[in-house]
Structure formats: structure tokens, C-alpha cells
């Protein structure tokens, strides 16, 4: 089994940190009595209507693009060890 990196750790715990830390805040300093009526608000109602149709189109934008990324992805390998792509044989280090 190997052992994860020291600054991968340290990185993961400063993410998390940094996520959780003000979550965290929020739900300790929260008036849950009126929760309700704060979502309900007809404002909030439209900042949670753009955020939805935003993280759509991120997400969809994403996957289209990430397929294309992962067919190259899954291509390379069947590149020369040295071969830039494709159409040339040319190492692009070398000083030709």
C-alpha cells in the first residue's frame, strides 16, 4: 500500500478547512425559527432559480467538453513514446 504525500494531506485538510470552518459557522449562528421565510422570500426564491440554471450549465458544459478531453485522453497512449502527435514524427525537445 502506499503512503498518501504530506502535502497532499496538508492541502486536502486546508480545503477542507476552509469549506467547513464557515458551514460550520452558519448553522451554529442560524435562527431555524425562521428558515422558512427566509427561503420563501421571493428574492431568495430568484438567487436560487439563477444558481440552479448556472450549475446546470456548468454542468452541462462540463460533460460535453469532458468528453471530448477523456476521447483524447484515451488516444494517447497509442502515440510513439517521443511522437508530439499524430501527424508528425517530430519530437517538439528536440532541436531540429
Known sequence: MRKTPAAFVVLALGGIALVGLPLVGLLTRARWSRAWDAVSDPMALDALRLSAVVSIGATAITV???SRISRAW???PALKPG???RWTN???TSSQ
Do not use: D, T
Open 83 to 85: 511522437q508530439f502527435s
Open 74 to 76: 484515451f488516444r494517447a
Open 90 to 92: 517530430r519530437n517538439p
Open 64 to 66: 460535453v467538453r469532458g
